[in-house]
């Protein structure tokens, strides 16, 4: 098993540019989110998923949007970068049912990102 | 108060040396607790759940008091290796949609030679 994977490792964005960062798990895990963390502030819940068709937000959601078309993925877009969103964003999955979940959360590897 | 709050260090211990910290949470119906470790540069990886009981695996060991509201992690015969961030987590069990996982915002640890 590949665990959770994001791509790209690194990315340089200019001022206003939009991307998506990818993540993918293959554990079957219905529960997914993305963190930022930025030096001092810790890891910040962005969005999160209890399965396809299903999106919430968390403590840090304004200029990131998300989709979970499908179990294994999670995308985060940026729709117009700014410099405060230069960040190690990672993706982390985890086992969930309504009531229950063991909690342990698998983190895929990181994106350093740097807006320009 | 934030809901998760730990002391950020860095904790600077000898190689050898028992080395202890804490991590404070608000919501007192918080039910789960987990330390996490995070090497420099490299994801969070789960170091151990925090039972009622506490438990230990080698050298380490976790504690909870819930009267208190706060988790501990205790570390023996400190290694080298040893030196990382450590992050304590608290959620909810049952875990439902509207449950948060929260993370502190970790404690860095340097065990010096």
């Known amino acids: 098993n590949a665990g959770v994977t994001q791509t790209p490792k690194f990315q340089v964005l200019k001022t206003g540019q939009s991307m998506t960062l990818q993540c993918a798990q293959d554990?079957?895990?219905?529960?997914m989110s993305w963190y930022r963390q930025d030096p001092g502030m810790g890891l910040r819940l962005i969005h999160y998923?209890?399965?396809?068709?299903?999106?919430d937000q968390g403590e840090v959601p304004n200029g990131y949007n998300v989709s979970r078309s499908t179990t294994e993925d999670f995308p985060l877009r940026l729709l117009s970068a700014a410099p405060s969103q230069t960040s190690v964003y990672f993706c982390?999955?985890?086992?969930?049912?309504?009531?229950?979940?063991?909690?342990?959360?698998?983190f895929g590897p990181g994106t350093r990102l740097t807006v320009t | 108060r934030k809901e998760v709050e730990q002391d950020p260090g860095p904790f600077n211990v000898p190689e050898g040396a028992t080395v202890a910290f804490n991590c404070t949470y608000s919501?007192?119906?918080?039910?789960?607790f987990f330390w996490y470790r995070q090497d420099c540069r490299k994801e969070p990886k789960l170091l151990m759940s925090?039972?009622?009981s506490g438990n230990e695996d080698g050298r380490f060991t976790a504690q909870l008091n819930r009267a208190s509201q706060y988790i501990s992690l205790l570390i023996r015969d400190s290694k080298l290796s040893d030196s990382a961030t450590y992050l304590c987590?608290?959620?909810?069990?049952?875990?439902?949609?509207?449950?948060?996982?929260?993370f502190g915002k970790g404690t860095r640890l340097h065990i010096l030679p």
């Open positions: 982390a999955s985890s086992y969930w049912r309504e009531g229950q979940g063991d909690h342990e959360q698998y």
């Open positions: 554990m079957n895990h219905e529960y």
């Open positions: 998923s209890v399965g396809a068709g299903i999106t």
């Open positions: 919501n007192s119906a918080s039910q789960s």
């Open positions: 925090v039972y009622s």
């Open positions: 987590v608290v959620t909810m069990t049952p875990m439902n949609r509207d449950d948060k996982i929260i």
